[in-house]
């Protein structure tokens, strides 16, 4: 157990709608990463947030957005759905913005 | 662009065998190479990571070796276990050369078997 805690762990929806992925990084860790796992492209990076900034951008979609809240925990905006959204969603956390990255089990977001 | 390539793509071991799994990067700015093993259902794990200044990093059955003037690293497993059977994944970021922006870039990944 990382100790980072993803909700859901699945999530079917249909295109055109929007969902929240949500994530609890460990205790004590400021700095929160989005990864989207695919067949095709692997896992890719999305967002950075450090102690509720954000801190770097990856190959994140217009349609997608994030935030950092106070208490650290993230979420994960996806709007107008689309089947190429459909994969694997996961966060980690590090303590500091260089530190070492611990992954959440995921969410698994399939698009009807 | 393909910043961090990995191979094999699938790797077969018996029981007892040296699994190894290389990954070449492009981008000489990386300073931190870790390696994630994944099962299904799971998250990736990190598994052991190194940076440039050592040449090999071991902790228990795994081993890193980096190889700065190829650009190259790999990571070996010895005396394979069916446990290991796992999807492995290497990956490099900047993780201390400054700058704000610490993503990973990940390898493709590889598949291991280990047969009993």
């Known amino acids: 157990d990382s100790g980072v805690t993803q909700t859901p762990k699945h999530l079917i929806t249909a295109t055109g709608q929007r969902v929240t992925l949500r994530c609890s990084p460990r205790?004590?860790?400021?700095?929160v990463y989005w990864y989207q796992q695919s067949l095709d492209q692997g896992l890719q990076f999305l967002i950075q947030y450090y102690n509720g900034e954000e801190r770097a951008k990856g190959n994140i979609l217009e349609r997608f957005s994030a935030q950092q809240f106070p208490d650290l925990h993230s979420e994960l905006n996806l709007s107008s759905l689309e089947l190429g959204d459909s994969a694997l969603y996961f966060c980690a956390s590090s303590v500091v913005a260089s530190g070492p990255q611990h992954f959440g089990d995921g969410t698994r977001l399939s698009i009807l | 662009q393909q910043q961090v390539k990995q191979s094999p793509q699938s790797l077969i071991v018996q029981k007892g065998g040296i699994s190894i799994i290389n990954c070449a990067y492009e981008?000489?700015?990386?300073?931190?190479f870790p390696w994630y093993q994944q099962f299904p259902g799971k998250g990736p794990a990190l598994l052991i990571a190194?940076?440039?200044?050592?040449s090999e990093k071991k902790e228990g059955r795994f081993t890193i070796s980096f190889n700065k003037s190829a650009k190259q690293f790999s990571l070996h497993i010895m005396d394979s276990q069916p446990g290991d059977s796992a999807t492995y994944f290497c990956a490099a970021s900047r993780g201390s050369s400054g700058g704000s922006n610490y993503k990973l870039t990940f390898g493709k990944g590889t598949l291991l078997t280990v047969n009993p």
């Open positions: 190194i940076r440039p200044d050592v």
């Open positions: 205790s004590g860790d400021l700095s």
């Open positions: 981008n000489t700015a990386f300073d931190y």
